[in-house]
């Protein structure tokens, strides 16, 4: 038990460390080199104003979370899904190559208003559709790769043992892609939070952080802005977090 806490203060303390120096050194340079709100304000003021709205931060910081996890859970499906189906026809890996590629650089500028136009302003659909295709390609690439990780004598000798296709894929195809998923996951948890809050600065209801951003950014109250970015930063260590640990259990699980 003590080697556990002593481990786990040896990696928070380090960061929690650098951070409360990192905070030090910035209200230090807010106040001596008087450095202008717009510019940077400073974190005793982005505090304040962050207690003051935390209500509101809090209601924007789950709208805004909730579109991430529609479109985490509806792009990690699709992604795995279809790298599956790939992964076993050969014709389908090549055709989706390049629309994959295609998709991987629509940028969400252009695809927020086309999508908004279709489902709807009032509509928070466009936002989960928006996370859905930024997770799809990190999931999908990475799962993709690691379902080929597979050496061929480890599949014949399954065959030599009559195993059938859904047992090498049970017991030795899946198991070893399962560190590339989650690997897609992790990067797939924090694109999810960026998407769903970028799409929310070009329309859309004005309930998620994104949308409170842009409104206190141009009533030129910007600690106010900072504090709803303090709560996108919140959620998108959430997020992390979250996938970080469901990897850790399933790898603990594959051990056993």
């Known amino acids: ?20 120096a990192l905070l030090a050194i910035w209200q230090i340079a807010t106040e001596v080199g008087q450095i ?4 940077l304000p400073s974190p005793f003021a982005i505090v304040d104003e962050l207690v003051t709205f935390l209500p509101a931060i809090s209601s924007a910081t789950l709208v805004t979370g909730g579109n991430a996890l529609v479109g985490l859970i509806a792009g990690a499906i699709l992604g795995i899904l279809v790298a599956l189906i790939a992964a076993f ?25 086309i999508l908004y136009s279709m489902f709807g302003a009032n509509s928070e659909l466009s936002r989960q559709i928006i996370a859905a295709i930024a997770v799809f ?13 597979v050496l061929p004598v480890q599949r014949d000798l399954m065959r030599a043992y009559a195993a059938s296709p859904f047992q090498i894929a049970r017991t030795v195809t899946i198991p070893a892609a399962l560190p590339f998923v989650f690997t897609g996951l992790r990067i797939a948890s ?3 939070v960026i998407s769903a ?8 209801p004005r309930t998620g952080i994104g949308s409170f951003i842009t409104t206190a950014a141009s009533g030129s109250n910007y600690s106010r802005a900072w504090a709803y970015v303090v709560g996108a930063i919140a959620l998108g260590l959430l997020f992390y977090g979250i996938t970080l640990a469901l990897e850790t259990f399933a790898s603990r699980h594959r051990r056993r």
């Open 1 to 20: 038990m003590r080697a556990v806490m002593s481990t786990t203060l040896h990696r928070v303390l380090p960061p929690v460390a650098l951070l409360v």
């Open 36 to 39: 202008p709100a717009f510019l």
């Open 89 to 113: 026809v050969r014709l389908i890996d090549s055709l989706l190559a390049p629309l994959v590629a295609a998709i991987a650089v629509v940028p969400i500028v252009a695809l927020a208003p």
């Open 137 to 149: 390609v990190p999931v999908f690439t990475n799962t993709l790769r690691g379902l080929g990780q």
């Open 190 to 192: 924090s694109l999810a």
């Open 197 to 204: 809050l970028i799409a929310e600065y070009f329309g859309g």
